[in-house]
C-alpha cells in the first residue's frame, strides 16, 4: 500500500558527511512522527532521530550536534543530515514512517541503506 525508498548510504572517511533520504509512496492518507533507526554489528535497532508532525526533533546522545533531521510535508520525505561522521557511525540506517488512515496507524520501516566510516 505504503512504501518507503531509502537513498544516500556509502563509504566515507572519518569526519566525512552524508545525506540520507526516504521517501514515502503509494495510497498515502496521513503522514505523522518520522525518523531514523541503525542497526550496527550487534541486533538491536536504536533510536537516532526523530521529527514529529509539528517539526519537534529528539536526537541519540551519540549523535547531538552532529545530525540533522528534517522533513518536507510536501514531498513526504524525510531526511537525515550527518556530519562529523565516526567510525562508530557504520551501521545500516532505516527510515520510519508513521501512517494514519481514518481506521488505525500504521508503523513503516524501509529496507535499510548501509553507511561505513572507515580510512
Known amino acids: 500500500q505504503v512504501h518507503l525508498v531509502e537513498s544516500g548510504g556509502g563509504l566515507v572517511q572519518p569526519g566525512g558527511s552524508l545525506r540520507l533520504s526516504c521517501a514515502a509512496s503509494g495510497s498515502i492518507f496521513s503522514i505523522g512522527d518520522m525518523g531514523w533507526y541503525r542497526q550496527g554489528s550487534g541486533n538491536q535497532r536504536d533510536m537516532v532521530a526523530r521529527?514529529?508532525?509539528?517539526?519537534?526533533?529528539t536526537y541519540a546522545d551519540s549523535v547531538e550536534g552532529r545530525f540533522t533531521v528534517s522533513r518536507d510535508n510536501a514531498k513526504n520525505t524525510v531526511y537525515l543530515q550527518m556530519n562529523g561522521l565516526k567510525p562508530e557511525d557504520t551501521a545500516v540506517y532505516f527510515c520510519h514512517v508513521k501512517h494514519t488512515t481514518v481506521l488505525l496507524s500504521y508503523d513503516l520501516w524501509g529496507q535499510g541503506t548501509q553507511v561505513t566510516v572507515s580510512s
Open positions: 521529527i514529529t508532525s509539528a517539526g519537534t526533533t
